[in-house]
């Protein structure tokens, strides 16, 4: 009984210490971004708030599935003014073009690259097209440049999520994903111009 007391013990200690480390990352980058850290507990992920041009921004981790396959998200959700707009972007895999096959549709925009590479789909075929600006893109294309394939980008119910597969725990890797979504809201809002 002891034996198994120590290991439990040893396991609870070695899960506080990754906290530790991951709330001291999360405060880092709310430092660096005039933010407030809400920090994680043995039972919640850190997450951070702060202002970009004015619009209340939240960088958080959420988990999904039980705790020996869960799997995280590191995400950012921007405000959008647009309560009404649904639209979600996210690269093509083999699942989107075998859809395509079987007569399942997605957005095009115009953009022949961007349509191949992405699957879209929406409420407002014209407003997206518009949305989705050159500018736009090429800040989308960058993000998963940088994070291979897995993101994830939507605007619904007057949010901006951004998500990426995975829990981004090095500091300069955190920077550069807050640093891309900026960009998105940026070129998405017409500010980056």
């Known amino acids: 009984l ?13 899960q506080w210490e990754e906290k ?12 660096e971004l005039g933010g407030t850290v809400q920090r994680g507990t043995i039972y919640t992920e850190p997450s951070v708030t702060f202002l970009h041009r004015g619009t209340t921004v939240q960088l ?10 869960r799997t995280y998200y590191t995400q950012l959700h921007f405000a959008w003014p647009e309560r009404g707009l649904r639209c979600e972007i996210y690269p093509e895999g083999f699942l989107q073009r075998l859809g395509k096959l079987l007569g399942m549709t997605d957005l ?9 590479e992405y699957t879209i789909t929406g409420n407002r075929p014209g407003r997206i097209r518009e949305l989705l600006s050159p500018g736009v893109q090429a800040a989308i294309s960058q993000l998963r440049r940088f994070f291979t394939d897995s993101i994830y980008v939507s605007f619904s119910a007057g949010e901006l999520l951004i998500k990426k597969t995975g829990y981004i725990q090095e500091p300069s890797q955190l920077h550069e994903f807050v640093r891309l979504g900026q960009l998105v809201y940026d070129e998405a809002r017409g500010a980056g111009s």
Do not use: T, Y
Not at 60 to 69: C, Y
Not at 108 to 116: M, R, T, V
């Open 20 to 31: 530790k480390r991951r709330n001291h990352v999360f405060s880092q980058v709310a430092d």
């Open 60 to 69: 958080d981790v959420h988990a999904r599935g039980a705790r020996q396959n």
């Open 108 to 116: 095009e925009i115009g953009s022949p690259k961007f349509d191949a």
């Open 2 to 14: 002891a034996f198994f007391a120590l290991i439990a013990a040893l396991i609870v200690a070695a």
